[in-house]
């Protein structure tokens, strides 16, 4: 069974920084991009899709970001241990949201998805709040 387990959320205050992981489980990862979202309070109910965040090649030597988090936001992976990451630093309260890490089902993709549709497995998600 295919699983991945974002771990690293929290409370933070405006400007702070947390690093999110996301450990996949059930199959390897190594060859298939990679990607972070995120859904903000009550996007959920009004029937939003999850945000882009960032996303990273199979072969993690590239990467696309939201235009919101650049600069600020990195994503990396380590392939040897299955993980994914987002650091996130000089965060801002319209940051707060639940951060999902997904996975994309083909291998060897030469493009990085950006759109939640390019994914499919998906984890249950980590809540970043940041007060301001």
């Known amino acids: 069974q295919v699983q991945l387990v974002e771990s690293g959320g929290g409370l933070v205050q405006a400007g702070g920084s947390l690093r999110l992981s996301c450990a996949a489980s059930g199959r390897t990862f190594n060859r298939n991009a990679m990607g972070w979202f995120r859904q903000a309070p009550g996007k959920e109910r009004e029937g939003k899709e999850r945000?882009?965040?960032?996303?990273?090649?199979?072969?993690?030597?590239?990467?696309y970001y939201a235009d919101s988090v650049k600069g600020r936001f990195t994503i990396s992976r380590d392939n040897a241990k299955n993980t994914v990451y987002l650091q996130m630093n000089s965060l801002k309260a319209e940051d707060t949201a639940v951060y999902y890490c997904a996975a994309d089902a083909v291998v060897y993709r030469a493009n990085v998805p950006i759109n939640h549709n390019g994914y499919a497995y998906w984890g249950q998600g980590t809540q970043v709040t940041v007060s301001s």
């Open positions: 945000e882009f965040v960032a996303a990273i090649r199979w072969s993690g030597d590239v990467t």
